[in-house]
């Protein structure tokens, strides 16, 4: 199975005004890979998830599950990829027992299940069957998270689409969510696009990562590539400050302006030529790829 996006682009109507959210995002994810998008808030990541998933309409581009446009997709093309959102709370029903929320992607596709399978589903996310009665509100954000997972691995996707999966989650419940989901993605062979501002995250789960910056690609190569020799200057700014010292480095272009004429990073860019405030860079390499004059891909 394959996830294919290209030169995919999302627009919101802002106050009479066109906030360009994605410009232009090529990427695939293969069953069984498991691949990252990293960038700090706002940079897109979400509007691009939400266009890949078919849920976000696209101004430009194209978005195919095995060749099958997403947009317009049947239910049977939509099981195969599934979604875990970071807004736990908003997922669940609060007034859905657990019972009925794992039951409802079932009943939705109408596909027969039995009370056994909803236990099995929780024992999948390490969860007691004894929680089946239960409300959203009396189970912890960790438990919430799990029971979503359990929602999106019910009717057996091959791939999935992790939009900050941990991030509402204390550091000690990351681990373990993160841990259990390293675990289903090798049993099950998910192809896997992990979506987080947190470099940890992807550097835990994934082997190839993308880095966004306002709305492109700008860089993109195996995990420890990125990690270890990072090309493009904003993912040496993300790498060496862990994203906490981003903030005080200048911000991302306001995305209600015109962009910038050239490379959108030039105007924080400690190595800004001339060139990067007239001319936007490839995406160029092979392996290891970088949008940049200064520092380009191999
Ligand atoms: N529904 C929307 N309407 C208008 N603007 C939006 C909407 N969703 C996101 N945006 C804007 O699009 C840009 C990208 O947001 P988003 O995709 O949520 O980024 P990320 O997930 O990387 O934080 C931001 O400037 C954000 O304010
Ligand atoms: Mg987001």
Do not use: W
Request: proline share 6%.
């Amino acid at each position: 199975m394959r996830l294919e996006a290209r030169e995919v682009r999302v627009h919101y109507r802002v106050g009479g005004r066109t906030l360009e959210a994605v410009r232009g995002v090529s990427l695939h994810v293969d069953r069984g890979e498991r691949v990252g998008l990293i960038g700090e808030s706002g940079s897109g990541k979400s509007s691009l998830a939400r266009a890949l998933l078919g849920l976000e309409a696209l101004a430009g581009g194209a978005v195919q599950l095995d060749g099958q446009p997403m947009h317009g997709a049947s239910r049977a093309q939509r099981r195969r990829f599934q979604p875990v959102f970071q807004d736990v709370g908003a997922s669940l029903d609060p007034r859905m027992r657990l019972r009925d929320a794992l039951a409802e992607p079932f009943e939705i596709h109408s596909v027969p299940f039995d009370e056994a399978k909803l236990a099995g589903l929780l024992a999948l996310v390490q969860l007691s069957p004894e929680l089946l009665g239960r409300l959203p509100r009396e189970l912890s954000v960790g438990q919430r998270q799990r029971v979503n997972l359990a929602r999106a691995l019910a009717l057996e996707p091959e791939l999935l689409l992790l939009d900050e999966p941990v991030s509402a989650l204390d550091v000690s419940v990351q681990a373990q969510v993160l841990n259990l989901l390293q675990d289903l993605v090798a049993q099950r062979a998910l192809g896997l696009l992990v979506i987080s501002h947190d470099l940890d995250v992807v550097a835990h789960l994934c082997t190839r990562v993308l880095v966004m910056y306002a709305g492109k690609i700008v860089e993109a190569g195996p995990v420890a590539a990125i990690l270890s020799r990072p090309r493009h200057p904003y993912t040496r700014l993300l790498v060496e400050s862990r994203q906490r010292l981003v903030e005080g480095k200048g911000e991302p272009p306001s995305r209600l302006e015109p962009f910038p004429a050239g490379c959108a990073f030039a105007p924080r860019c400690p190595l800004a030529l001339e060139k990067c405030r007239t001319e936007v860079p490839a995406l160029g390499g092979a392996s290891h790829r970088s949008a940049c004059f200064v520092s380009g891909g191999d």
